[in-house]
């Protein structure tokens, strides 16, 4: 079935309309962002305060660093 027989004509023109208006957003979204990158990736790291990635050694150094933290678990 062609595109012709699903939508009549006013319909077709509200879809580009829309379709027009969600590219113009999407390309002025794309702008502001290389203009004022954001330091957020979207993604958080949570760290509770009894965490083991908190743990200090002897030297008052973090016990857990770069991958040594990888697969550490902490009982209580």
Same mark, same amino acid.
């Given at each position: 079935?062609?595109?012709?027989? $699903? $939508? &009549?004509?006013?319909?077709?023109k509200e879809l580009q309309s829309?379709?027009? @208006?969600?590219?113009f957003e999407a390309k002025e979204l794309r702008l &502001?962002? @290389? =203009? &004022?990158? %954001?330091?957020? %990736?979207?993604?958080?790291v949570h760290i509770? @305060? %009894?965490s083991p990635f908190l743990d200090i050694d002897e030297n008052d =150094? $973090?016990?857990? %660093?770069?991958s040594r933290w990888r697969h550490i678990l902490k009982s209580f």
């Open positions: 079935m062609s595109k012709d027989k $699903l $939508l &009549n004509k006013k319909q077709q829309l379709i027009d @208006e969600i590219t &502001n962002y @290389e =203009e &004022n990158p %954001s330091d957020m %990736s979207g993604s958080q509770h @305060e %009894s =150094e $973090l016990k857990y %660093s770069g």
